[in-house]
């Protein structure tokens, strides 16, 4: 009994001294919460699009095992405790992103992931010939900047048509439209280099197929997946070597 009692006044002591999570062997790390917070369009907004209301933001906090096995153990609950902010939606503009920081009360430590230009490009700048765009690249530049979290992640635009001109939709000679994409992404790329990290959709998106989209122009399952795909190592790299983000 007296072995007992002196065990149990040991334990006592070293969980008042050194904390308890420390005897039960989790980190100070592994029980800070990280919020992953969404902006932007339907690359990030893209739950109603498949059966399963599956986005990338979900995918990177949670894997969802069962549709995506490939990526079991591969997501921010399996290096710590985490959460979403989904505040992107389908049909942003650049215009549209103050409105999605209104109420704004950021959490410590914190992601953010951006993907926007997509529905700009749709209405009117595919056609752009110099100012669209560069009024473009200013109103994102000033949203990210103002921005009160770090690190940022902004992804560049994809190409639906997998750089094929049969599967031109737009209306617009292809030419055209992908000297625009790219004068879009250039900027998009400028302004990630200056605030955050690059993710290029883009680049990733034409090594796909026709099954990573539904709806012409929006990420199916697959392609919600493929977004995922793209911004994980850039999230978990900044996870796995930072007891802080940001």
Known sequence: MVTLRTTRRRFMQAAGGAGLLTILGCSPQEQTMVTLYTFGDSILDCGHYNQFGVHPGQLLVQNDDRLFPEFKGQDLTSRRSARLEHRAQDGATVENLPSQIKGLQVEEPAIAIITVGGNDLL???????GPGITAFASALDAFVQQLPIRPI???????????????????????IARQN????????QEIANRYGQFVDLHAHFLKGDPSWFTATIE?????????????LPYVMHNIDNSSHPG
């Open 123 to 129: 209405r009117g700048l595919i056609r752009d010939t």
């Open 153 to 175: 992640f902004l992804g560049s635009v994809y190409d639906p048509t997998l750089g094929d001109d049969s599967r031109n939709f737009s209306g617009v000679d292809p030419a």
């Open 181 to 188: 994409l790219q004068r879009m992404n250039t900027s998009i």
């Open 219 to 231: 990420p199916s399952l697959q392609g919600a997946s493929e977004v995922r795909r793209a911004f």
